[in-house]
T-cell receptor, first 113, second 114 residues
Framework: NAGVTQTPKFRVLKTGQSMTLLCAQD?????MYWYRQDPGMGLRLIHY???????AKGEVPDGYNVSRLKKQNFLLGLESAAPSQTSVYFC????????????FGEGSRLTVL | GENVEQHPSTLSVQEGDSAVIKCTYS??????FPWYKQELGKGPQLIID?????GEKKDQRIAVTLNKTAKHFSLHITETQPEDSAVYFC?????????????FGSGTRLSIRP
């Protein structure tokens, strides 16, 4: 059982380049989340989705876009990468209904030069 | 806006001693308070959680207490062991209509000294 899988695990970009991070979950979860983790700042919510075809902004959405075309996948896009987006990105998912456990992927380390 | 504050940012305790990490939250509608442990190079994993209708919950060596009036909750780890060394995050839900956003504290790096 794979759980939550993130690809790629590592990526180096130049300023202005674009890329997409893919999150896939095999638990039939309704809710999916993208967080970024920076030293001393914990996990900050970028965007989230409460179901296929829906997305919503989190705490730090600027510079990112997301899509949830299929229930099992949640894509995070950077249209024009900036050095401030250098971070470790985590995807998480959970079932619908009352708040409960988030299942996290292993993270994607992104460096923007 | 709504946030979760966590203290201390680093904590070092002797093996066998207890460790306490504290968090405060601002959204009075928050009703779910999980704690996550993150080991090096991995994603966070849930270790214990508590809901607003409960004041305390215990699972072997770890316990969580909640004070809704003061809007703070704490993680207690007793008889600490080397494998408890990790980064710990508290979190709280924010309720907007039918969705639940989960906001995290800034993390505590716990080190267990042999």
């Amino acid at each position: 059982n794979a759980g939550v899988t993130q690809t790629p695990k590592f990526r180096v970009l130049k300023t202005g380049q674009s890329m997409t991070l893919l999150c896939a979950q095999d638990m039939n979860h309704e809710y999916m989340y993208w967080y970024r983790q920076d030293p001393g700042m914990g996990l900050r919510l970028i965007h989230y989705s409460v179901g296929e075809g829906t997305t919503a902004k989190g705490e730090v959405p600027d510079g990112y876009n997301v899509s949830r075309l299929k229930k099992q996948n949640f894509l995070l896009g950077l249209e024009s990468a900036a050095p401030s987006q250098t971070s470790v990105y985590f995807c998480a998912s959970r079932g619908s209904g009352e708040a409960g456990e988030l299942f996290f992927g292993e993270g994607s380390r992104l460096t923007v030069l | 806006g709504e946030n979760v504050e966590q203290h201390p940012s680093t904590l070092s305790v002797q093996e066998g001693d207890s460790a306490v990490i504290k968090c405060t939250y601002s959204d009075s509608a928050s009703n779910y308070f999980p704690w996550y442990k993150q080991e090096l190079g991995k994603g966070p994993q849930l270790i214990i959680d508590i809901r607003s209708n409960v004041g305390e919950k215990k699972d072997q060596r770890i316990a969580v207490t909640l004070n809704k009036t003061a809007k703070h909750f704490s993680l207690h780890i007793t008889e600490t062991q080397p494998e408890d060394s990790a980064v710990y995050f508290c979190a709280a839900t924010l309720r907007y209509s039918s969705a639940s956003k989960i906001i995290f504290g800034s993390g505590t790096r716990l080190s267990i000294r042999p």
